[in-house]
């Protein structure tokens, strides 16, 4: 086997970042390219006196709003191995997006407010992984505020999310005044000298913890108190386990500042040391490792317009298995037909360059001309190869939806058809109705916001929107299944999803147990996956 392949492989690490809102996803992801040489100066989110805007949040309404509303995708070198990080939203009305893209992360980093604690999206975002059974290492950030004590938040993580917690260091200073940290692994102290407000490299001032003139640096009282606090760790602490943080069980835990940089650096070494390379996926066949020959890999994300010069249209790929090499020929399993991949970009967030080759873990972007769907696996030697399907949330919230000018009927539609593609919405029409209409459905209502500004922006349309009472759906598993037949009830509406399936919105939730009783042999999922075949 190639041995440079193999080293290609080995050097991977691709992961997710998730947290609540506002809790510095963002500013920390910057501030691991700031590290990787791949920006030479951060810029806040928040910064708008200067219109300086994350890299990472590359969309004009992420820039207006100072939010993240879709993923980005970013890959830089450090010490020796390719970083692929995919930034998620932070906000819970785009959490499918989020959900999607933690299917191509191999592990997860969860930034905490150490303020805030453990918040209601950062639950639901935790579960996602727990459920797939990534590693989740924490990051504590804010230390340079005044925030909750370090004991308290370690005891809310293990009782909130259930997974213990290990402490991979420890801070000094936690009422606004954070001076550094107690490293554990190499049992030394890390002081730190601000980078210019986070903007620079922070320089290191490393002590040992017996140094005689620690006492005078850090003062006697916060000397004292950390000596006591990293006794009691060592003693009363956990023992730390690899293979648990490997199985989803541990989370390690690291205190620091994104916003000034402390601590992210002993982080980002430390993580990558913790790591493994890309690992096998399941597929219809069993599991595929990275290291097979033919290239294959599934598309986990669309994005129209992410250069409004050109209205172009990116479908974002993980690769599992082989090399990728550009200009090659693959098979889409859901059609059949070979394809040949002439454009293949990675990125750095809205910058791009056309990449020759890459490796399992890696993620790059292809042209699409509205060949690819969510979730279609591509495959150099085997058409018949299937990953698994990514799952389709279900919508809180519907609107029906029309043009204003009837004369911009085929942007419309063309905006409509894509945005669905992309998943940035669900598009449901009722069933022999026999006119057109359109029913949209988003998991947060800020959705909707998004979809008319780009509606209006990217494809010159406004709508109507008209708000449903409908809050719930379900997908319809039935054999024989026909719309005429079945028994609904008064709050509900049968309608089909964008490939066809049938599913039924409804207003109250108590409806769902009423309608599995009216028509026999019928499940309803509230869920939608299609098995493995």
Same mark, same amino acid.
């Given at each position: 086997?190639?041995?440079?392949?193999?080293?290609?492989?080995?050097?991977?690490?691709?992961?997710?970042?998730?947290?609540?809102?506002?809790?510095?996803?963002?500013?920390?992801?910057?501030?691991?390219?700031?590290?990787?040489?791949?920006?030479?100066?951060?810029?806040?989110?928040?910064?708008?006196?200067?219109?300086?805007?994350?890299?990472?949040?590359?969309? +004009?309404?992420?820039? #207006?709003?100072?939010?993240?509303?879709?993923?980005?995708?970013? #890959?830089?070198?450090?010490?020796?191995?390719?970083?692929?990080?995919?930034d998620?939203?932070?906000?819970?009305?785009?959490?499918?997006?989020?959900?999607?893209?933690?299917?191509?992360?191999?592990?997860?980093?969860?930034?905490?407010?150490?303020?805030?604690?453990?918040?209601?999206?950062?639950?639901?975002?935790?579960?996602?992984?727990?459920?797939?059974?990534?590693?989740?290492?924490?990051?504590?950030?804010?230390?340079?505020?005044?925030?909750?004590?370090p004991?308290?938040?370690?005891?809310?993580?293990?009782?909130?999310?259930?997974?213990?917690?290990?402490?991979?260091?420890?801070?000094?200073?936690?009422?606004?005044?954070?001076?550094?940290?107690?490293n554990?692994?190499?049992?030394?102290? +890390?002081?730190?000298?601000?980078?210019?407000?986070?903007?620079?490299?922070?320089?290191?001032?490393?002590?040992?913890?017996?140094?005689?003139?620690?006492?005078?640096?850090?003062?006697?009282d916060?000397?004292?108190?950390?000596?006591?606090?990293?006794?009691?760790?060592?003693?009363?602490?956990?023992?730390?386990?690899?293979? $648990?943080?490997?199985?989803?069980?541990?989370?390690?835990?690291?205190?620091?500042?994104a916003?000034?940089?402390?601590?992210?650096?002993?982080?980002?070494?430390?993580?990558? $040391?913790?790591?493994?390379?890309?690992?096998?996926?399941?597929?219809?066949?069993?599991?595929?490792p990275? +290291?097979?020959?033919?290239?294959?890999?599934?598309?986990?994300?669309?994005?129209?317009?992410?250069?409004?010069?050109?209205?172009?249209?990116?479908?974002?790929?993980?690769?599992?298995?082989?090399?990728?090499?550009?200009?090659?020929?693959?098979?889409?399993?859901?059609?059949?037909?070979?394809?040949?991949? *002439? #454009?293949?970009?990675?990125?750095? *967030?809205?910058?791009r360059?056309?990449?020759?080759?890459?490796?399992?873990?890696?993620?790059?972007?292809?042209?699409?001309?509205?060949?690819?769907?969510?979730?279609?696996?591509?495959?150099?030697?085997?058409?018949?190869?299937?990953?698994?399907?990514?799952?389709?949330?279900?919508p809180?919230?519907?609107?029906?939806?029309?043009p204003?000018?009837?004369? $911009?009927?085929?942007?419309?539609?063309?905006?409509?058809?894509?945005?669905?593609?992309?998943?940035?919405?669900?598009?449901?029409?009722?069933?022999?109705?026999?006119?057109?209409?359109?029913i949209?459905?988003?998991?947060?209502?800020?959705?909707?916001?998004?979809?008319?500004?780009?509606?209006?922006?990217?494809?010159?349309?406004?709508?109507?929107?008209?708000?449903?009472?409908?809050?719930?759906i379900?997908?319809?598993?039935?054999?024989?299944?026909?719309?005429?037949?079945?028994?609904?009830?008064?709050?509900?509406?049968?309608?089909?999803?964008?490939?066809?399936n049938?599913?039924?919105?409804?207003?109250?939730?108590?409806?769902?147990?009423?309608i599995?009783?009216?028509?026999t042999?019928?499940?309803?999922?509230?869920?939608?996956?299609?098995?493995l075949?």
């Amino acid at each position: 086997m190639d041995k440079n392949f193999i080293k290609e492989i080995n050097k991977r690490r691709t992961f997710a970042i998730i947290s609540h809102p506002d809790a510095g996803k963002t500013t920390l992801t910057e501030k691991f390219l700031l590290y990787g040489g791949a920006i030479r100066l951060a810029g806040s989110v928040k910064s708008r006196k200067t219109q300086k805007h994350a890299v990472s949040d590359w969309m +004009e309404i992420e820039k #207006q709003r100072g939010i993240s509303v879709t993923s980005s995708v970013m #890959q830089f070198n450090y010490d020796g191995a390719c970083i692929n990080i995919l930034d998620t939203p932070g906000h819970q009305d785009f959490s499918e997006d989020t959900y999607r893209t933690l299917t191509a992360a191999d592990s997860a980093v969860m930034v905490i407010d150490c303020a805030k604690g453990v918040e209601p999206q950062t639950k639901k975002l935790f579960r996602v992984c727990k459920d797939r059974n990534i590693p989740i290492f924490t990051f504590i950030n804010k230390l340079d505020r005044a925030g909750k004590d370090p004991f308290e938040l370690m005891e809310e993580i293990e009782k909130v999310l259930g997974i213990q917690s290990y402490p991979m260091n420890w801070p000094i200073g936690t009422d606004g005044d954070f001076k550094g940290v107690y490293n554990r692994q190499k049992k030394r102290i +890390e002081l730190y000298q601000d980078g210019d407000h986070g903007q620079n490299i922070a320089k290191i001032v490393s002590k040992d913890l017996d140094d005689e003139g620690l006492a005078d640096i850090l003062g006697a009282d916060y000397y004292q108190r950390l000596k006591d606090e990293v006794e009691l760790l060592d003693m009363a602490g956990d023992d730390f386990d690899h293979d $648990k943080v490997q199985n989803g069980e541990l989370t390690p835990l690291f205190f620091g500042s994104a916003m000034t940089n402390f601590g992210v650096e002993p982080f980002l070494e430390s993580f990558l $040391k913790l790591t493994y390379k890309p690992e096998a996926r399941n597929s219809n066949q069993g599991l595929i490792p990275p +290291e097979d020959p033919n290239f294959s890999g599934f598309i986990f994300k669309i994005q129209a317009n992410m250069n409004p010069a050109h209205r172009d249209r990116l479908a974002f790929i993980r690769i599992c298995s082989g090399k990728f090499e550009k200009g090659m020929s693959v098979y889409n399993s859901r059609t059949g037909k070979k394809i040949r991949l *002439a #454009q293949p970009q990675q990125f750095l *967030a809205q910058d791009r360059e056309i990449v020759d080759t890459a490796y399992p873990g890696d993620i790059i972007g292809l042209h699409d001309p509205g060949l690819f769907k969510i979730s279609d696996t591509l495959s150099e030697a085997d058409p018949s190869l299937k990953y698994e399907k990514i799952p389709v949330f279900p919508p809180e919230h519907f609107s029906k939806i029309i043009p204003k000018n009837s004369m $911009k009927r085929k942007q419309f539609l063309k905006g409509i058809q894509q945005l669905a593609e992309e998943g940035a919405i669900q598009v449901f029409k009722r069933p022999n109705i026999g006119i057109e209409e359109y029913i949209v459905g988003v998991v947060g209502v800020l959705q909707f916001q998004v979809l008319e500004y780009r509606l209006k922006n990217e494809y010159s349309v406004d709508i109507i929107m008209e708000s449903m009472p409908h809050r719930y759906i379900r997908w319809i598993e039935m054999e024989g299944y026909d719309p005429d037949r079945f028994n609904a009830t008064m709050d509900s509406m049968l309608v089909e999803d964008h490939e066809g399936n049938p599913a039924i919105i409804l207003q109250n939730e108590w409806s769902i147990g009423k309608i599995e009783d009216r028509n026999t042999g019928v499940v309803l999922k509230d869920i939608y996956k299609k098995d493995l075949d």
